[in-house]
């Protein structure tokens, strides 16, 4: 009598990719078909969706067993790589002890929970060269379903009424997030695009369309900024700039400078692209919400409970509910106060330097330099939207499997040549390189 034989790697896989497709609303978005929306609902939101809740306990669960028994916890070396992002997450968790709604905190932060894991997960089992590829393309084919159900199902796929009436949203229950989703697809790939690798191609075209579909002044921005800042490192990679640090460093003040510069003109560039430069609508609500920040500015009102609390209830009553303050930074402020913040700051820091040193030393330095770029594009489009620490984000999850290391492989392996990578099957998982391993 035959058996069936399952390898192990095909259940990670098949985990993985379920875990991809939950985070990313596609199943999400099948299971709510027929349903009404929760976004801008305040019952609803605050409750949750029980299928979502089962989907993150697995998400949750499979991770932790997973890392128990391959002894991660036990490591000296994942708590040194990781100890900034612990600190945040024990931040988070200890805003319980003073939260206006512990349990609603408590559901919020085994939520966040469930998407560290994930990514944990997924950055121990994949190269950084395979992760940028199956994320880049799983959003790019998210994308491709929401562009197929535009033609069969406009009114979903599409926003009606309002000024934003007409523009695409796709599988994504908010046009913007999913318009930036799409731009860092497009900025995981571009490594591989460089290596005109199909896949790669074909789904960075239909995150492109869904972009351009969306009427999305902040993907277009993140696109041409990503890929200036990446073929800006890339070219100093290819001239081997990289290989000395003090050389390195001096070119990356450069940019910084650059970058200053460009800022000190934001007003003049928004306005050639026909938007209002004030982002009046986000500044209005930074300022209604400032006297509840100065009021909890040092610890906040525990994790996702600002909007559960009786401060928040003059706020809804006069201008509905929001669901968050649309700056990553204003959120942290109302969840955790001034402790909370400066352990999100501390956290950027040590994910831009993880990729920093790694591009310095030549490990998968294309590769790096990509996810050095997205990085430092989340800092700053936390600014303007709920990005870190959203648990509901895919930007999160994306960020979070960028910075997390695990060193249970020591061997380092040289950087392949674009020769090397054109020969490779599109997709193929590369060698383990040390600082991801």
């Given at each position: 009598m035959s058996t069936l034989e399952i390898r192990y790697s095909t259940l990670r896989d098949a985990f993985t990719l379920f875990g991809v497709l939950f985070y990313i609303q596609v199943i999400t978005f099948v299971l709510s078909?027929?349903?009404?929306?929760?976004?801008?609902?305040?019952?609803?939101?605050?409750?949750?969706?029980?299928?979502?809740?089962?989907c993150g306990l697995i998400t949750l669960l499979v991770p932790l067993f997973f890392f128990i028994r391959n002894k991660v916890f036990l490591s000296k070396t994942f708590y040194?790589?990781?100890?900034?992002?612990l600190m945040f997450m024990l931040c988070v968790i200890a805003s319980i002890g003073w939260s206006h709604d512990p349990m609603l905190s408590f559901k919020r932060i085994i939520a966040m929970l469930s998407v560290?894991?994930?990514a944990g997960f997924i950055a121990y089992n994949y190269p950084l060269e395979k992760i940028t590829f199956m994320l880049g393309c799983a959003i790019g084919v998210a994308a491709l379903i929401g562009l197929m159900l535009a033609v069969v199902m406009p009114d979903v796929a599409f926003l009606s009424g309002g000024i934003r009436d007409g523009a695409f949203k796709g599988v994504f229950a908010e046009k913007n997030a999913g318009a930036r989703l799409n731009a860092i697809a497009i900025?995981?790939?571009?490594?591989?695009?460089?290596?005109?690798?199909r896949w790669a191609l074909f789904c960075s075209f239909f995150s492109l369309i869904a972009i351009l579909l969306a009427q999305s002044a902040t993907g277009v921005a993140l696109i041409i900024s990503g890929t200036v800042s990446y073929w800006y490192f890339l070219t100093l990679i290819r001239l081997r700039i990289n290989r000395s640090q003090w050389l390195f460093f001096g070119c990356t003040l450069v940019f910084l400078l650059a970058c200053l510069l460009l800022y000190s003109h934001v007003a003049w560039l928004v306005e050639i692209a026909g938007r209002d430069p004030s982002l009046t609508?986000?500044?209005l609500i930074w300022e209604l919400l400032a006297p509840f920040v100065d009021q909890q500015w040092f610890k906040g009102y525990g994790f996702g409970a600002f909007w559960a609390s009786p401060d928040a209830n003059a706020f809804i009553h006069r201008w509905g509910y929001i669901g968050n303050a649309h700056s990553g930074y204003v959120e942290t402020l109302l969840n955790g106060g001034a402790?909370?913040?400066?352990a999100l700051a501390l956290l950027l820091g040590e994910a831009l330097l993880k990729q920093y040193r790694a591009v310095t030393a030549n490990q998968a330095a294309r590769f790096r330099a990509s996810a050095l770029v997205i990085i430092g594009l989340f800092v700053v489009t936390n600014y303007v939207?709920?990005?870190i620490p959203n648990y509901r984000s895919a930007e999160f999850l994306v960020f979070c499997t960028l910075a997390?290391?695990?060193r249970h492989h020591h061997a380092t392996f040289p950087e392949l040549s674009p020769t090397a990578l054109r020969q490779r099957p599109s997709g193929e998982g590369l060698a383990r390189d040390s600082a991801q391993a």
């Open positions: 078909l027929g349903g009404a929306p929760s976004f801008g609902d305040i019952d609803k939101d605050l409750e949750g969706n029980v299928a979502n809740q089962i040194r790589s990781n100890f900034f992002l560290v894991f994930f900025l995981l790939l571009l490594p591989m695009i460089r290596q005109r690798n609508d986000r500044t402790i909370q913040l400066t939207a709920y990005v997390l290391s695990f």
